[in-house]
């Protein structure tokens, strides 16, 4: 499963849209990309996934270039509760979850 | 709510004795993972089953097994704990290996 590279930390504005971004040069055609989330000591929580489509559900938006070396997740209107760690995960189908170590993302009033 | 519950959520041991941390499912996932997290790592994967059969990683040490008497439970035993084993134990379902896994919200072991 290729590999995936993400900023240790970023801070985002309560409000304001947190843009988080993913690079993973080596992603192969059947690869997807997965974002979970990981608040203090609660187990991660799953945010949405995607092929080569940009997508979104009512959490988050994931958008993915063209080439498919880096996607970008936005949450929105990022609150205080969306203060977490993010892991972009590059899977195969049937593949296994590798967690990297993620962007810690700090919204602040 | 369909869910994966982990009981109980701290859970404190031992050195060197066994202990269980149990895992359930409302979900009827076929699949049930077990993932170790020690403190500021990311989550490890330990094993998985799908339904029946056995899936162990490579480089996880054999003092880790598991059981899963039926779909809804999975159970994680630590044969000997050591000191390194303290962490934050994650247990995740999904319907089949390609699906999206879901996680509970975790058992934090604490080995004294």
């Known amino acids: 499963d290729a590999k995936t590279t993400q900023p240790p930390s970023m801070d985002c504005a309560e409000g304001r849209a947190a843009n988080l971004p993913c690079n993973h040069s080596?992603?192969?055609?059947?690869?997807?990309v997965y974002w979970y989330r990981q608040i203090h000591s609660q187990g991660p929580q799953y945010i949405i996934h995607?092929?080569?489509n940009n997508e979104t559900n009512e959490m988050a938006s994931l958008i993915i270039t063209e080439d498919r070396k880096s996607s970008t997740l936005i949450l929105p209107h990022a609150t205080l509760r969306d203060t977490a760690v993010y892991y972009c995960?590059?899977?195969?189908?049937?593949?296994?979850?590798?967690f990297g170590q993620g962007t810690e993302l700090s919204v602040k009033p | 709510d369909a869910m994966v519950i982990q009981n109980p959520r701290y859970q404190v041991t031992q050195f060197g004795k066994p202990v269980t941390l149990s895992c359930s499912q409302t979900?009827?996932?076929?699949?049930m993972y077990w993932y170790q997290q020690k403190s500021s790592q990311a989550p490890k994967l330990l094993f998985h089953?799908?339904?029946?059969?056995?899936?162990n990683e490579a480089d996880t040490p054999d003092n880790f097994q598991s059981r899963r008497p039926n779909t809804s439970f999975c159970f994680l035993d630590i044969r000997s704990p050591g000191l390194g084993d303290a962490a934050m134990y994650l247990c995740?379902?999904?319907?089949?290996?390609?699906?999206?896994?879901?996680f509970g919200p975790g058992t934090r072991l604490l080995v004294l």
């Open positions: 995740a379902t999904s319907r089949d290996l390609a699906e999206t896994q879901y």
């Open positions: 979900l009827n996932h076929n699949v």
């Open positions: 995607g092929l080569k």
């Open positions: 080596t992603i192969s055609g059947n690869e997807y």
């Open positions: 995960i590059v899977r195969s189908r049937g593949g296994k979850l590798i």
């Open positions: 089953y799908y339904d029946k059969d056995f899936n």
